[in-house]
């Protein structure tokens, strides 16, 4: 029979490896614990709602008004997963150089969804990663929250976030669709200074994933849009506004990013914000391309009311239609546009710092005209002779004594 004090003994070690395990499970960052899957409900449907450029962080103020944006939205909307399609915070505001402001937006940001119980996933912006935290310390803050699906994804050493997203079937647990998700928070695509851009390395991931997937029926989202953006609005019917004067988008000449998503075929719609007063979209070539609406208050307003995309998918046959649901609760019924009126230069706005220097040579050589003239004019006054060197005779008679 085992004593007493073999007894205590057993007790004490059960105790103590059960205490050590719950602590070091609790002390675990809590990434991916997040283990609902993403799947088609059982009328077939899956809803996206897109949140674009929030810019939390610049004002209180403003950062309550993001966050009854988020609750009315999904109130309205009661989507099954989040798409943080960047610019979530301002980071360039010189709040963000405090770690604990990052903590702080971060909780308003993901609250509207964590009181919902509603998934979200991010991809990043020009402004997230322009304070102190890098792109990869925001993904592991995002990856601390219950909710987030999102994943780090550097692709052949490029981007943050790019990652898939698999939907199952309603009735199985097959893959039915992917949303591909692209970190465009990268510069100097193309060698142009481009507020951001899609690497042709991110390219080869896609059509490498798309292979794999069997090119899946599949929506993707992005921040920065293609400059195909422009030509959609130049040459095709589409629905909604280009408010802003320019689209600050990026070439893909070489990286031939919507080439070869129209090429593939998988990939049915390619959505992005980043100018806050466009939100147009329309079939280009097979694919719906277009802009998001503003969501949040910080920063420059959008032309029409704070608002959301929304994205409906069905299962089978895959099919999807999306509209702007505006923080007033109403369904925008966008206005057509036809590629006959209105054009827009085909170029992409560059960051003003950025700018190409045209004027520097016109400078220069106003600079060296100046100094041309100025040493002229230094050089006549040298050959004027100075009162100092002429005699002097004093007005003043003297006499000898």
């Not at 991809?123 to 993904?139: I, K, Q």
């Not at 009311?305 to 409906?312: L, N, S, Y």
């Not at 505006?326 to 827009?344: I, M, R, T």
Request: aromatic share 16%; hydrophobic share 35%.
């Amino acid at each position: 029979m085992i004593s007493q004090k073999y007894l205590t003994l057993i007790f004490f070690f059960i105790s103590t490896f059960l205490y050590i395990s719950i602590i070091n499970g609790e002390n675990q960052n809590p990434i991916y614990k997040y283990e609902s899957k993403l799947k088609f409900r059982t009328d077939g449907k899956f809803k996206i709602i897109m949140f674009t450029d929030l810019h939390y962080g610049e004002f209180n103020s403003f950062d309550s008004l993001n966050h009854q944006a988020q609750n009315k939205l999904l109130d309205f909307e009661k989507p099954d997963l989040v798409i943080l399609s960047g610019d979530m915070i301002s980071g360039y505001n010189k709040n963000f150089f405090n770690e604990s402001r990052y903590h702080h937006s971060w909780e308003l940001l993901t609250k509207p969804m964590r009181d919902r119980n509603i998934p979200w996933a991010i991809t990043f912006g020009n402004h997230d990663a322009e304070g102190s935290y890098t792109g990869s310390m925001l993904m592991d803050l995002d990856l601390s929250y219950n909710g987030s699906l999102s994943q780090h994804g550097k692709v052949y050493g490029v981007g943050a976030a790019n990652y898939i997203l698999p939907i199952t079937n309603s009735k199985s647990d097959d893959i039915a669709s992917l949303v591909y998700i692209f970190d465009s928070d990268n510069e100097d695509c193309d060698e142009n200074s481009y507020w951001g851009c899609v690497y042709k390395e991110q390219v080869r991931w896609y059509e490498e994933q798309s292979e794999y997937y069997n090119k899946t029926p599949s929506v993707a989202f992005v921040h920065i849009p293609p400059i195909e953006a422009v030509d959609l609005w130049n040459e095709y019917e589409v629905y909604g506004d280009f408010g802003d004067t320019q689209a600050c988008c990026y070439t893909t000449s070489e990286s031939k990013f919507v080439d070869t998503i129209v090429e593939r075929g998988d990939i049915k719609a390619l959505y992005f914000g980043h100018d806050h007063r466009n939100d147009y979209h329309g079939n280009y070539k097979g694919l719906d391309l277009g802009y998001g609406r503003k969501t949040g208050y910080g920063s420059y307003d959008p032309k029409y009311p704070q608002g959301a995309r929304v994205i409906e998918i069905e299962q089978d046959p895959f099919t999807h239609k999306t509209w702007i649901r505006n923080v007033f609760g109403d369904v925008e019924d966008q206005p057509l546009h036809k590629p006959s009126a209105d054009q827009v230069p085909r170029i992409c706005c560059l960051p003003a710092k950025e700018t190409p220097l045209y004027w520097v040579p016109y400078v220069l050589v106003f600079c060296l005209v100046i100094i041309g003239f100025s040493l002229f004019q230094f050089k006549k006054l040298l050959s004027i002779p100075s009162m100092n060197d002429e005699p002097i005779y004093s007005s003043v008679q003297t006499h000898d004594i």
